[in-house]
């Protein structure tokens, strides 16, 4: 089973880019489906979330009101609606799976790179001002 996520590209400032994110091979459950991203000299940092079951998302503080983490459960697809977008924004994204812990004590379940299992190759967003 991989993931496979597509969508980027290049916009400038105040652009939008939908990424998406699905799998392939056999059908798996996820816990959670979240979107990480890694600028060129820094480490990978998260951007959102979303728990299959309940839809509920959370956001990095940075990507808060701007992007929204919309999902077809049906296909077990996942997506980065991303808006308004900044130059602080270009870095490869990438799309990850949490199939194996379904609760953890803190909010890190989420946000933690550690905490995802699968990960699809990346995709290049670059935001030019």
């Known amino acids: 089973v991989q993931l496979q996520a597509s969508g980027g590209g290049s916009v400038q400032t105040g652009g939008s880019l939908r990424l998406s994110c699905a799998a392939s091979?056999?059908?798996?459950?996820?816990?959670?489906m979240g979107w990480f991203r890694q600028a060129p000299g820094k480490a990978r940092e998260f951007v959102a979330a979303?728990?299959?079951?309940?839809?509920?998302?959370y956001y990095a503080d940075s990507v808060k009101g701007r992007f929204t983490v919309p999902r077809d459960n049906a296909i077990d697809a996942v997506y980065l609606q991303m808006n308004s977008l900044k130059p602080e924004d270009t870095a490869v994204y990438y799309c990850?799976?949490?199939?194996?812990?379904?609760?953890?004590?803190?909010?890190?379940?989420?946000?933690?790179?550690?905490?995802?299992?699968?990960w699809g190759q990346g995709t290049q967003v670059t935001v030019s001002s």
């Open positions: 990850a799976a949490n199939t194996k812990r379904a609760y953890y004590s803190s909010t890190y379940l989420y946000t933690g790179v550690p905490m995802y299992d699968r």
């Open positions: 091979g056999r059908t798996f459950s996820s816990y959670v």
């Open positions: 979303i728990r299959r079951t309940s839809g509920s998302t």
